[in-house]
C-alpha cells in the first residue's frame, strides 16, 4: 500500500517569509505520525496544506495515494481533522454536535445512532449526551472532539495540538485513544510540543523555521541526532552545578557538549562520558558542591531536541 | 445536499435558541425603535419654549405675544427683563426663540407711515423647532400686517378680501410626521437588521475557530452560503412583517397599494442586504469588526436614503451615489406602495434600479464569499 501521506518539495510563502520550505516526508499507513516543532516552526501551516485549506506555493501532497489537488470532495470524506482551536460548537449538547457532524457526512438514521453510541462510548461521555459542550471539562471535550472527528470513520486523521492546556492524566487517555485508532488500522497525523507525547509516536518529523531537521523513529532520532551521552548529575546545588561546569566548558578545562538543568538535576552531554565522571566530579569538588548521585542515562528526546535546537 | 443545508439551518437555529438575545433583538430591537420613532413623531411640533423682552409694554405688544401663543406652537417661557437672561437661556438650550420688541413698537404701529419692527432670535442648533417656530411667527406677522393694511387704508375687515389659498396635502393629510418617518425608519431597520445578522454568520464562527473544521467537513461553499442565508431571510422577513403590521395598526400607516408586491420586493431588498453582510463577514475577523463595518455601511447608507435629507436637494455627486445605494431605492418604493399606493407602472424605475444593484452586488457577493471560503 502506498504510503497515506506523501509531500514532495512542500513549499508555503506569506510575502518574503516562507513558512515551510520544500519539506520532503511519508508517513506510513496504520502508524502515528508526530510532527514536533516549536510554535511558528510552519506545524500548523503544513497540517493546512495538507488538509486543501491552504494552496501550497510549491511542491506537491498526496494522502490516501491521492493528490491533494484537486481531489478535495473525495478526501473530505476520508480524511479527518481535530483542529489546534476547540473545533466543537460550544453552545450544542454533546448529542447536538454529534448529530450535526453525521448529518453533513451524509450518514443515514441507523448508522448515525449507532457511531453516536461509538463515540459517546469511546469518550465516557454516555448518559451526559444533553451537557452542553461548553459545560465539560478540557479533557472530556478533547475526547469528545475526537470521537466527533473520526464519526465518518476516516483513514487518516489529522490532530492539530490536541492535548494543548489539558491536564497529563487527560493527555495520557487521550493517547491510548489514539492508539485504539491505529490499532483499527487508521493513520494519525498529529503535531505537539509535548516530548511526552513524541516518545509515543511510531514515526517523527522535527521542523524548525520551516525545515525538517530530523526524521525518523525515537529511538534513530536519538541514536543519530544526539552527539555523545547524557550523564545525569544530582548534587547539593543545582543551580551553582551548572554555573561551575558551564564556566570550566568555557574556559576549555573540560570538553562538554551541553550543560542543562533538568528539573533538581543537571544533564551533561558529551561524547564518551563515562572518561570525564572523574574530572567532573574534581571540579565539583573544588566548588565545595557535594555530589549526590551520577548516573550515565539513555537520552530523552527534549536532550535531543535541545542539543539539535542549537 | 438538501440533508446537509438541512443539517446546517438546523445548527444555526440551534445557536439562536440558545443565544435568545440576537434574534429578540433582531425581531423587537426595531419594533421598539419604530414605536418610540411613530410615538415621538405623531403629533405635530408645538409648546416650544419662548421668551419675550417687551421694551415697549404696551396693548399692541401684548396682543402680538397672546397672538404668539394662541398658535400653540409656542408656550411661553418667560417674559424677561433684560437681554442678558434671553442670551443665557438660549445658550442653555433652553428655549427655541426670543422676540425682541422695540420701545416704538406701538407707536409706529399706530403712525400712518410708521414702519413697525421686531427682532426675533432661533436656536439653530435644532433646525427643525427653530423653522418650525419660524413658519409660525411669520404666520403671525402675516396677519399682523394685514391689520395694519386695512387700518391704513381705512377700511373694515368685511370689506377687505385678500389673497385666500386653498392648500391641500395629498398622501398624509394631516401632515402627521409619523406617517413620514415610521416607513422609512422600518425600512432602514430591515436593513441593519439583515446586514447585521448575515455579518455575524462567518465572522462568529471564525472569532469560535469552527469554521476551519466547517471548511474541512464535506460542504460546498454553495451549500455553505446557502445554510447561513436561510435563517437569516427567515428573521429578517418576520421581523418586517412585525414592524409593517405595528405600524399599520399603531400609527395608522395606510398600505394603498399592493402588500403581495411590496412583500415580494422587501424580499428582493432583504437578499441584496444578505450579499453585502456576508461579505462584510467573510473579511471580518470577530464580531466586533463586523459589527463596526455593519454600522459604517449602514450610517452611510443612511445619508443617501433621502431621509435624513431629500436627495434632489443634494450636491449632484452626491445624489449619483444616492442612485447607486439600495436602501435609497427601497425607501421610494416602501412610501410609494404604503402611503400613494403606487404600483409597477409608477415604481418601476426604482424597481429597475434595485434589481439591477441587487444582480450586481448578489452576483460579487456570491463569487467573492465562495472565493474567500475554498
Not at chain 1, 572518561?275 to 566530579?281: F, V, Y
Not at chain 2, 427653530?130 to 386695512?150: C, D, H, P, Q
Amino acid at each position: 500500500m502506498t504510503p497515506a501521506i506523501i509531500t514532495k518539495d512542500l513549499t508555503k510563502k506569506f510575502g518574503d517569509f516562507t513558512a515551510v520550505n520544500g519539506i520532503n516526508f511519508e508517513a506510513a499507513r496504520g502508524e502515528i505520525f508526530g510532527f514536533l516543532g516549536p510554535n511558528g516552526s510552519g506545524k500548523t501551516t503544513t497540517i493546512r496544506m495538507m488538509l486543501g485549506l491552504l494552496p501550497p506555493t510549491a511542491g506537491e501532497i498526496q494522502a490516501l495515494g491521492i493528490s491533494v489537488k484537486g481531489n478535495q470532495a473525495e478526501l473530505q470524506q476520508r480524511v479527518g481533522y481535530m483542529s489546534q482551536r476547540f473545533s466543537l460548537y460550544n453552545d450544542l449538547t454533546v448529542q447536538q454536535n454529534l448529530q450535526f457532524y453525521g448529518a453533513a457526512y451524509g450518514l443515514n438514521k441507523v448508522d448515525l445512532k449507532n457511531r453516536i453510541q461509538d463515540a459517546l462510548a469511546m469518550a465516557g461521555l454516555e448518559g451526559r449526551e444533553n451537557a452542553k459542550t461548553k459545560d465539560l471539562s478540557g479533557g472530556w471535550r478533547q475526547r469528545l472532539a475526537l470521537s466527533t472527528a473520526i464519526l465518518h470513520r476516516p483513514e487518516l486523521i489529522f490532530l492539530d495540538e490536541p492535548t494543548a492546556g489539558v491536564d497529563p492524566i487527560s493527555r495520557r487517555a487521550f493517547w491510548d485513544l489514539l492508539y485504539q485508532l491505529v490499532a483499527d488500522g487508521v493513520t494519525v497525523f498529529v503535531t505537539t510540543h509535548y516530548m511526552d507525547e513524541a516518545e509515543h509516536c511510531h514515526d517523527l518529523a522535527f521542523i524548525q523555521r520551516g525545515n525538517i531537521i530530523a526524521r525518523g523513529s525515537p529511538a534513530r532520532i536519538k541514536e543519530t541526532m544526539m552527539d555523545g551521552q547524557v550523564l545525569e548529575i544530582s548534587t547539593s546545588d543545582a543551580i551553582k552545578t551548572v554555573k561551575v561546569l558551564r564556566a570550566a566548558q568555557k574556559a576549555g578545562k573540560i570538553p562538554l557538549k551541553e550543560v542543562e538543568l533538568y528539573g533538581s538535576l543537571v544533564h551533561v552531554v558529551a561524547p564518551n562520558i563515562e572518561k570525564k565522571i572523574n574530572d567532573i566530579q574534581a571540579i565539583l569538588k573544588k566548588a565545595e558542591i557535594r555530589t549526590e548521585q551520577m548516573a550515565v542515562i539513555e537520552a530523552s528526546l527534549e536532550d535531543v531536541f535541545i542539543a539539535s535546537m542549537k | 445536499m438538501l440533508k446537509r443545508i438541512l443539517a446546517l439551518v438546523k445548527k444555526e437555529f440551534i445557536h439562536l435558541r440558545n443565544d435568545w438575545w440576537l434574534p429578540a433583538f433582531m425581531l423587537f430591537g426595531g419594533v421598539l425603535e419604530l414605536m418610540l420613532v411613530g410615538w415621538a413623531t405623531s403629533r405635530p411640533i408645538n409648546n416650544l419654549p419662548l421668551m419675550v423682552l417687551d421694551h415697549d409694554r404696551s396693548a399692541a405688544s401684548r396682543s402680538l405675544v397672546i397672538s404668539l401663543e394662541n398658535t400653540e406652537t409656542f408656550e411661553l417661557e418667560a417674559m424677561v427683563g433684560d437681554f442678558q437672561t434671553i442670551e443665557e437661556a438660549l445658550e442653555r438650550g433652553q428655549i427655541t426663540a426670543a422676540i425682541i420688541i422695540p420701545p416704538d413698537f406701538a407707536e409706529e404701529m399706530a403712525a400712518s407711515n410708521g414702519s413697525p419692527s421686531l427682532s426675533m432670535i432661533l436656536n439653530g442648533a435644532e433646525s427643525v423647532p427653530a423653522i418650525a417656530a419660524l413658519r409660525a411667527t411669520e404666520g403671525v406677522i402675516a396677519s399682523l400686517n394685514e391689520k395694519i393694511i386695512i387700518q391704513r387704508l381705512g377700511l373694515s375687515s368685511d370689506e377687505f378680501s385678500g389673497f385666500a389659498p386653498r392648500l391641500r396635502v395629498w398622501f398624509n393629510e394631516a401632515l402627521s410626521e409619523a406617517l413620514y418617518t415610521t416607513p422609512a425608519e422600518m425600512g432602514l431597520m430591515l436593513e441593519f437588521t439583515t446586514l447585521l445578522f448575515a455579518a455575524l454568520a462567518f465572522s462568529r464562527e471564525k472569532e469560535l475557530g469552527t469554521l476551519e473544521q466547517l471548511l474541512v467537513m464535506p460542504f460546498s461553499s454553495l451549500e455553505i452560503i446557502i445554510g447561513k442565508s436561510i435563517p437569516v431571510i427567515i428573521v429578517a422577513f418576520t421581523d418586517f412583517v412585525l414592524m409593517l403590521s405595528m405600524i399599520h395598526l399603531f400609527f395608522k400607516v395606510p398600505i394603498r397599494g399592493s402588500l403581495p408586491l411590496l412583500f415580494l420586493l422587501a424580499f428582493v431588498y432583504l437578499l441584496v442586504e444578505l450579499g453585502k453582510g456576508m461579505v462584510l463577514s467573510v473579511i471580518s475577523k470577530t464580531q466586533m469588526q463586523a459589527f463596526l463595518l455593519v454600522m459604517l455601511f449602514g450610517m452611510s447608507d443612511f445619508m443617501f436614503t433621502g431621509y435624513a435629507a431629500p436627495v434632489e436637494s443634494m450636491p449632484k455627486a452626491l445624489q449619483f451615489f444616492a442612485n447607486i445605494v439600495p436602501a435609497h431605492h427601497w425607501l421610494e418604493i416602501i412610501r410609494g406602495i404604503l402611503l400613494k399606493g403606487a404600483g409597477m407602472d409608477v415604481l418601476w424605475p426604482h424597481v429597475l434600479a434595485l434589481v439591477i444593484l441587487g444582480t450586481i452586488i448578489m452576483t460579487f457577493s456570491l463569487s467573492f464569499v465562495r472565493r474567500a471560503l475554498d
